[in-house]
């Protein structure tokens, strides 16, 4: 990470050079690189899903346990706030405001989304890795005393997955 750093200081030194370069092949090397990271986002993988069938979806913990719709309604939400994001910075006359749009998506997200899916599917769709991983260790173990009918587990019974996922929704690390 550091020596990625380092180039870019470096780079100031060599703009005569890079001058020298023609404009298409900073365009074409800047494209490959954003193409290239697209696999990597988040972000795309949920609008491909729009695009695949149920039963194609890669096997991760939220499309185990969400319903389809609740990821897409998700993913509906994530465009209108690109959207609106991509709508300020382009318009010249507005554009003082884009800080303040780009600040709005904290509280949309802590506010606004939470009317529409529960706490426990958020925490799937954009949680922390520790923190899902602590939410499906607690399903198993959840799943596995209702099924084989542990009676020494019973801190677990008589809850559903809500109520558990609710009291410990921010587990410290």
Known sequence: MFFSHLLVGLSLLFLQVLQLLPM???YGVFLFMGL???PAMQFWNWFLLFLQQPSRYPDTVFTQYMDKACIHMYTVWQ????????????MS???IVFLFMTLL???ARLYFLPRFLEGWELLLLDGDDL????????KRT???SIRFNDVEDSTV????MEEISDEDEVIDA
Do not use: Y
Request: aromatic content about 12%; some cysteine.
């Open 157 to 160: 019974r008589g809850k559903d």
């Open 24 to 26: 298409p092949v900073l």
């Open 142 to 144: 959840a799943m596995h």
């Open 36 to 38: 290239s990271a697209l």
């Open 131 to 138: 923190d899902i991983q602590a939410w499906e260790n607690k």
């Open 105 to 107: 998506c904290i509280p």
């Open 93 to 95: 006359a507005i554009l």
């Open 79 to 90: 465009i209108v706030f690109f959207g609106l994001v991509f709508f300020v910075q382009n």
